[in-house]
Each structure stands twice: as C-alpha cells, then as structure tokens.
C-alpha cells in the first residue's frame, strides 16, 4: 500500500464534500499500513478524528498489519473532516480514505449524535474465505468469511431477494451460503471478547432460507445475546433475506449469541450473516456553520496559509490565529482572531463582519 505521511503540523485533515450534504448517511473508511515507509522500524500510533470527535486511536501490531476503521456516520454540516492527530508517538500516515452514501433509513443508532463503528462484518457458511465487496455489494461492505469449527455449511446457487425491499441490499454472494450446526438438535453458538464492559452495540443479524422446504418442514428459532431473549425468527420465504436487529444498544465484556430451534421447528437454526457496530457518541458540536464559512472566505480572501484544515475551532487544537468560546456541546464560536504575522495588504475582508463574536482583530 501507498501511504501519504504528514510530518508536519499536529492537526492534518482531509475536508469531504459529498454531493448528497449533511443530514445523510455515510460509510467512511481508511486503511492504514505502516511497511517501514520511512525506514524507521518504529510503528507509529496516533488519533483519528471524524468531524470534531475522536473517532478511534491507530496502532499496529506489526509492520505490515493493515488496519482498516469504518464508520457509518450522519454529519450534522456539508463537509465531512477526517482529521489525523500527532500524539507524538510517531508520524500520521493514511493509506487510503473512501466514502460511500447509505440510504437514510439503513443504518440508524438511538441518537442523531451517535455514530456506527464497525467491529465486525462477518459471511457464514463461506466455503471459498473470499472476501466480499463492491461490486457484489452495492454499498461497498466489506464481508470477512467467519470460520466456525463447529458448523455445517449450507449454499445455493440461486440469487437471493430481499424481503419486502429491504434497505439493506444484502449481497446475494454472501447471503447464499449460511451456517448451521453440524447436528439437527443442537444449537449454533459463537461469542466475541469485547473487553470492555462500558461500549455499547448494535447487532445486525441477516438470514435467507436457502432450502425448499417441503410440507413437514418448518424452520423456526430463538436467539439470545447474553442470555437474554434477542428475536423469535420464522424463515418461510425461500431465497428471500431478511434482517434482525437489536432494538436497543447491549453492553458487555462479552457477546454471547446462541440460536435454537424451538419446539415446532422440524430443521436447525441458521445463519448467513452478521454486522456488529460499536456505538460512538459524538457529542461535540462543530463551529457555528455561519462562523465557519466566515473564516473560511477569510482564509480564501487573503490566501491564508497558516495550517488551517478541519473545524476552526476543534478537534483539541483551534486554528493558529484564533480563539475561540465553548459552552459545553453547543458549536463552539469565533471569539478573537490574530492575523498580525500574516503580512496582509489591501482592503479589509468584508466576511469579518460575519463573525458575530468576534471581539479581538
């Protein structure tokens, strides 16, 4: 992988500009692999900043471990701010940035703060470890095969629908194999060690019945995370999708799924695919919209140079030159601006009277 470094500056951003605007969902990826680019035989680690929050910090276990973050994320303003920050343990790098538009109602989390961070995306039954994304995907998923010692293999050649036009557009290659266990009585198992008892989840179950039933067939089950009672499931629509989901957010050091038949089920439970999601509140609030795109026509007016990427105000850093008022999770505003060393001529931007604030030039 090619890497763009950033030696420079403790605060480097990349500013997004999706047609689509604010308001919108949107998948955010960036890949990072270390290689020894610099020669130094020193993995670096530094934060990740999405918008004015910290998204999640960026370490290495070794040298050409590709570490990917992803994020379905609903920006509250028409730039997106992917923001790279030096915590002095090494040079930021980024080997590769991609935004992809969701439909609105795909993804949704408990509050218009919250953001989705992928913890995993996961194809059962998979008999080839292929990974899976566009173009099978429209949506550019990536789908990691999940080995599952325990399980049989179930597959089709058939395409498979969604149910009822679900939004979610599951791909047909990843939801045309599924998982089920080995013997018909028993129960498909599989948990992951969070760690850390105080994140919370979402939890994205995709089933398909890939079997023709015949007339004393039925397959039915329960699931439980953790013990408790997460969804009922009937699958009676051959090669049609659908999608369980967690109603609310759950919290563990563990996740522990079990899927069981229940008493009138004649076949074993299934699964063909799973998205768990760490949920990131991101309560920070961006610049006042009004104030940025002041300073912004300043910055244009004047041809400022002077290290200004991101919000002007946050993530930690504001921009050099400015202060700035904070009342908690309000946007923050434009307080004082120092352009003293800038060596400006000419008229004086009329965009400085846009900053209400504004108390010190």
């Given at each position: 992988?090619?890497?763009?470094s ?10 997004l500009?999706?047609?689509?605007g604010?308001?919108r969902?949107?998948l955010?990826r960036?890949?990072?692999m270390?290689g ?9 680690r ?8 910290k998204?999640d ?6 040298a ?25 343990s ?9 935004v ?20 995993q995306r996961l194809?059962f039954?998979s008999?080839t470890n292929?990974?899976?994304r566009f ?5 550019d ?5 999940y080995?599952?010692?325990r ?8 395409s498979?629908d969604s149910l009822n036009?679900?939004?979610?557009n599951?791909?047909s290659?990843?939801?045309r194999?599924a998982a089920?266990?080995?013997n018909v ?8 060690d969070i ?13 398909a019945?890939?079997?023709s039933?015949q ?5 039915e089950?329960n699931?439980?995370l ?7 499931v009937?699958?009676h ?11 609310q957010?759950?919290r563990?050091?563990n996740?522990?799924?079990s899927?069981?038949?229940?008493e009138?089920s004649t076949?074993p439970p299934?699964?063909n ?9 991101f309560?920070q609030?961006p610049?006042?919209?009004e104030?940025?795109?002041?300073i912004?026509d300043?910055?244009?007016n ?8 991101g919000?002007p105000c946050?993530?930690v850093?504001p921009w050099?030159?400015?202060n700035?008022s ?12 120092n352009?003293?060393?800038s060596k ?14 504004l108390?010190?030039?």
């Amino acid at each position: 992988m090619d890497v763009r470094s950033f030696p420079q500056g403790t605060r480097n951003c990349y500013t997004l500009k999706p047609p689509e605007g604010k308001a919108r969902i949107y998948l955010i990826r960036a890949s990072f692999m270390y290689g020894n680019y610099d020669n130094q035989d020193r993995l670096p680690r530094f934060d990740l900043y999405v918008g004015v929050n910290k998204w999640d910090s960026v370490k290495f276990d070794n040298a050409s471990h590709i570490v990917i973050k992803e994020i379905i994320h609903i920006p509250v303003i028409d730039n997106i701010y992917v923001c790279l920050l030096n915590t002095g343990s090494g040079t930021p790098f980024i080997s590769a940035l991609e935004v992809r538009h969701y439909h609105n109602s795909t993804y949704q989390a408990e509050a218009e703060s919250a953001s989705l961070d992928l913890y995993q995306r996961l194809n059962f039954g998979s008999t080839t470890n292929e990974i899976v994304r566009f173009p099978d995907d429209v949506y550019d998923r990536i789908w990691t095969p999940y080995d599952c010692p325990r399980c049989a293999s179930r597959g089709t050649n058939f395409s498979i629908d969604s149910l009822n036009g679900s939004v979610f557009n599951l791909p047909s290659k990843v939801m045309r194999t599924a998982a089920l266990p080995i013997n018909v009585n028993d129960s498909l198992h599989f948990e992951f060690d969070i760690g850390d008892p105080t994140l919370k989840f979402y939890v994205y179950m995709h089933f398909a019945e890939l079997q023709s039933l015949q007339g004393d067939q039925y397959r039915e089950f329960n699931i439980t995370l953790n013990g408790n009672l997460l969804s009922e499931v009937k699958l009676h629509n051959y090669l049609h999708s659908m999608t369980i989901l967690s109603p609310q957010p759950v919290r563990g050091a563990n996740l522990s799924f079990s899927l069981y038949k229940s008493e009138k089920s004649t076949i074993p439970p299934i699964l063909n695919a799973m998205e768990i999601y760490i949920v990131r509140d991101f309560l920070q609030a961006p610049t006042d919209e009004e104030d940025v795109s002041a300073i912004e026509d300043v910055k244009s007016n004047y041809g400022l140079d002077e290290g200004w990427q991101g919000d002007p105000c946050a993530p930690v850093y504001p921009w050099n030159g400015l202060n700035c008022s904070y009342n908690g999770y309000e946007p923050p505003r434009i307080t004082s601006l120092n352009l003293s060393t800038s060596k400006l001529t000419g008229p004086i931007s009329s965009s400085l009277s846009r900053l209400k604030l504004l108390q010190h030039l």
